[in-house]
């Protein structure tokens, strides 16, 4: 099993959709969850960044992070057409080095 | 220069070419990474470096060979690689501490081997 499970995708919606991007994951020992995004050719960027369970918003995103279940979430608020890109999630443990990642997600956002 | 930056954005080179990708973090992190990312794959932790010394190897072929003189800088050095070994390379840093450890990318290294 691994450590991360992410769907690939592809994902298409129409632009100005609610977005749902999920990954569930193994390890309980994780508590540091992050979403990066990755557009065609470039580094991952990171996009949010959130501790044990809750929810986090910046501005169109919110995370969230159900550690019960463990399944964290990213939603994208109003999509356009530049939220198109691969959205990858990670996490990691209290004081740990190594980022687990998930496969990545690609979304496309339809004008 | 402002992040991470990596130097080349493409490099092409046959099997028997020796290369070396650099990488330059401007962001005073002591902790520095390389990731191989591959379609259709997750990213692939190759090498790590804290306080400029190696504290993890993913059993990662010794035709790859990492170097981080200081702080601020790593480099991969390659030799003798496979077609295989095309990929995303990309570096990484962080500031390691007692909690999560945030990593910003550089825009990576397009390797192609012929």
């Excluded at chain 1, 609610?18 to 540091?32: E, H």
């Excluded at chain 1, 959130?50 to 910046?58: A, C, I, L, Q, V």
């Excluded at chain 2, 591959?38 to 400029?52: C, D, I, T």
């Excluded at chain 2, 190897?57 to 480099?75: D, G, T």
Aim: charged residues 20%; contains cysteine; neutral net charge.
């Amino acid at each position: 099993q691994k450590e991360v499970e992410q769907d690939p995708g592809p994902l298409s919606v129409p632009e100005g959709a609610i977005v749902s991007l999920n990954c569930t994951y193994s390890n309980s020992a994780f508590q540091y969850f992050m979403w990066y995004r990755q557009y065609s050719r470039k580094g991952p960027e990171l996009l949010m960044y959130t501790y044990s369970s809750g929810n986090k918003e910046d501005g169109r995103f919110t995370a969230q992070v159900d550690k019960s279940s463990k399944y964290i979430s990213l939603f994208i608020r109003d999509s356009q057409p530049s939220d198109s890109a691969t959205y990858l999630c990670a996490m990691i443990g209290q004081g740990a080095q190594k980022l687990v990642f998930g496969q990545g997600t690609r979304l496309t956002i339809n004008p | 220069e402002t992040g991470v930056t990596q130097t080349p954005r493409h490099l092409v080179m046959g099997m028997t070419n020796k290369k070396s990708l650099k990488c330059e973090q401007h962001l005073g992190h002591n902790a520095m990474y390389w990731y191989k990312q591959s379609a259709k794959k997750p990213l692939e932790l190759m090498f790590v470096y804290s306080l400029e010394e190696r504290v993890e190897n993913n059993s990662v072929p010794s035709r790859f060979s990492p170097e981080c003189p200081n702080s601020s800088h790593l480099f991969l050095h390659l030799h003798t690689l496979q077609p295989e070994d095309s990929a995303l390379y990309l570096c990484a840093s962080s500031q390691l501490t007692s909690g999560g450890n945030e990593q910003f990318f550089g825009p990576g290294t397009r390797l192609t081997v012929l």
